[in-house]
């Protein structure tokens, strides 16, 4: 026998052992059993162990590198369950239209004045927005065409909604708007965005309003990729099978599947406020259906990239993320909102985390309406 053959056995022996060694390693370190046995050899030997990350796999939620004894931190406080009910539409949308006509100038503010001296109201509060809207409302036929009679005054606002009804056109903030100069530009981008916002106050809340937040909306240390990343939503730790509620009425731009938000439902529930659903385990609904806010549209889970079972849920405005516990709450949160997209179809671009979702549904389908 050569030599080259007689050293051929104990070299694979030696390829062998070592591939077993890595073998045991890997199981011990890197998975959720192995992880069992580690942290039971150091409850037993009351050692420190770093098996947190493997073992969300059995008790739920998503690891972080902190205990989440409570909700936080979180860039807004979480609001007990009596905040997180829904608010009336009238009163979400003062409150929509109050934090936008925060944001204005002195000058910006004279229609808002003129539209609450003509109804002999005060313009101090949300309460006082939603009564001004609601008169305006009364007199001019729609909710647009009221939240535009706040911004660019009742005059304008009535030209529009009259010339709208006569051409026998819906009086939305779209077909106002093309029956308006461009001088009334401003006007019409801020009442855009306080329906906008006012959509966003009204939304309910997907799971149970007590539901722990097992990683909120910001930066934070990726719990799988374990670099810092921007979360874009709210993870709430739920039990896998638990019913995930659509916040509000809308239509289904996305049901299906990818690698990272495993099994997505996105709504888009018009002027600008889309959200989503991730992680389920089990979709209720399709691309193209109508659903009412409160019906169920998937069963929670841990698909895609995640560490245990939740539902990430996530708030657009205007495609941009934001925190959705900003808009709970009695009184108005004032933002520096996002402009809104311009009325019609839109190709929504998405997040870093859900674009490749957005890409794939593509242009929102024609209304049937």
């Known amino acids: 026998m050569s030599a080259t053959a007689s050293f051929s056995r104990p070299a694979r022996g030696l390829f062998d052992f070592v591939g077993a060694a890595l073998c045991l390693w890997a199981a011990a370190y890197h998975t959720p059993v192995g992880a069992l046995g580690r942290d039971l050899g150091a409850r037993l030997f009351?050692?420190?162990?770093?098996?947190?990350?493997?073992?969300?796999?059995?008790?739920?939620?998503?690891?972080?590198?902190?205990?989440?004894?409570a909700p936080t931190p979180l860039t807004t406080p979480v609001p007990d369950v009596e905040v997180l009910a829904s608010v009336p539409p009238g009163r979400a949308l003062g409150q929509g239209v109050f934090a936008s006509v925060a944001a204005l100038n002195d000058d910006a503010r004279r229609p808002v004045d003129a539209l609450a001296r003509r109804y002999g109201l005060p313009f101090a509060s949300s309460d006082d927005a939603a009564l001004v809207v609601e008169r305006a409302r009364a007199e001019l036929g729609s909710e647009d065409a009221a939240v535009l009679a706040v911004f660019a005054g009742y005059d304008v606002?009535?030209?529009?909604?009259?010339?709208?009804?006569?051409?026998?056109?819906?009086?939305?903030?779209?077909?106002?708007?093309?029956?308006?100069?461009?001088?009334?530009?401003?006007?019409?981008?801020?009442?855009?965005?306080?329906?906008?916002?006012?959509?966003?106050?009204?939304?309910?809340?997907?799971?149970?309003?007590?539901?722990?937040?097992?990683?909120?909306?910001?930066?934070?240390?990726?719990?799988?990729?374990?670099?810092?990343?921007?979360?874009?939503?709210?993870d709430l730790s739920v039990p896998e099978g638990t019913e995930v509620k659509a916040v509000a009425d809308g239509v289904v731009r996305r049901a299906s599947e990818d690698a990272v938000n495993?099994?997505?439902?996105i709504l888009d529930h018009g002027r600008g406020v889309s959200t989503a659903y991730c992680h389920n385990s089990f979709l209720r609904v399709s691309t193209g259906q109508r659903v009412r806010a409160g019906d169920t549209i998937a069963d929670s889970g841990t698909t895609g990239r995640s560490t245990g079972p939740h539902v990430h849920y996530q708030l657009e405005l205007g495609h941009?993320?934001?925190?959705p516990f900003a808009f709970r709450g009695s009184k108005p949160v004032v933002i520096d909102a996002p402009?809104?997209?311009?009325?019609?179809?839109?190709?929504?671009?998405?997040?870093?985390?859900?674009?490749?979702?957005?890409?794939?549904?593509?242009?929102?389908?024609?209304?049937?309406?």
Do not use: C
């Open 339 to 369: 402009v809104p997209p311009p009325p019609g179809p839109t190709r929504p671009e998405g997040t870093a985390q859900l674009k490749k979702a957005f890409d794939q549904f593509g242009p929102p389908p024609e209304s049937e309406e």
């Open 46 to 69: 009351s050692a420190k162990t770093d098996t947190r990350p493997l073992l969300a796999y059995y008790t739920g939620g998503v690891y972080e590198s902190h205990d989440v004894t």
């Open 157 to 234: 606002a009535r030209y529009a909604a009259r010339r709208a009804d006569a051409e026998g056109r819906a009086p939305n903030l779209e077909m106002l708007a093309q029956r308006l100069p461009p001088s009334s530009a401003k006007a019409i981008a801020s009442a855009s965005t306080a329906l906008m916002l006012g959509t966003a106050y009204a939304l309910s809340w997907p799971v149970a309003p007590g539901t722990r937040v097992s990683s909120p909306f910001g930066w934070r240390t990726h719990p799988t990729l374990g670099r810092g990343q921007f979360h874009t939503g709210v």
């Open 320 to 323: 941009k993320p934001m925190d």
């Open 262 to 265: 495993g099994r997505v439902v």
